[in-house]
């Protein structure tokens, strides 16, 4: 049995609100830590260019979604797919990845491995990320989590074209698949995408 499956196997165990089996538990963790984007004067003039792409990128990813009904139809949301969700900030999950406003290019991709909606996973992490804030995201085995954290990197490294980006895995086996599912949605923009492992 995977390691990954034997330990949510086990967590269930300890669970005393038992859950129907076919259900996936999915928690997120927000950190406050940064909530909003702060520059130093000093950042500010040694990073003009930054500033500039920092604010296209929240304009590009801005979600406008903090509407009664759509407040009210995220906690539904999160009820029916088991998404305990902690933080102070409520960042609201998407119900599709065209909320995100991302370029066809994703969406081309994503529909011709036939991936038309995010999953829990993906609806709640995908827009925390792209707020600039941390995240703690535990969810089993394939259930999206590559995705939800693989689509903010892009973007982002699209963005900042200085930016590099470490992924660390605990086998090679999920090395060999992260690098796959990146290089795959990497490769319209032409951003360098490699592995290493022993």
Do not use: W
Not at 83 to 99: A, T
Not at 138 to 160: Q, R
């Amino acid at each position: 049995m995977d390691p990954l499956d034997l330990f949510f196997k086990n967590l269930k165990k300890n669970i005393s609100n038992k859950k129907d089996e076919n259900n996936f538990h999915t928690e997120i963790e927000v950190s406050s830590e940064h909530e909003e984007i702060k520059l130093e004067k000093t950042d500010m003039k040694r990073n003009r260019n930054n500033i500039q792409a920092i604010i296209e990128l929240k304009s590009l990813h801005d979600i406008d979604n903090y509407k009664t009904k759509n407040i009210i139809s995220s906690a539904m949301y999160r009820k029916k797919n088991n998404i305990s969700f902690l933080g102070s900030k409520n960042i609201l999950p998407i119900f599709n990845f065209e909320s995100l406003n991302i370029p066809f290019k994703f969406l081309d991709i994503l529909n011709s491995k036939k991936i038309f909606r995010p999953t829990p996973i993906q609806s709640q992490v995908i827009p925390i990320l792209l707020s600039c804030n941390n995240v703690v995201g535990v969810s089993e085995t394939g259930t999206g989590k590559t995705l939800a954290y693989g689509i903010p990197v892009i973007l982002f490294a699209n963005t900042f074209k200085e930016l590099s980006t470490i992924i660390l895995t605990p086998t090679r086996e999920l090395c060999i698949q992260i690098y796959e599912n990146i290089k795959l949605f990497a490769r319209p923009y032409n951003l360098n995408v490699c592995s290493f492992y022993g």
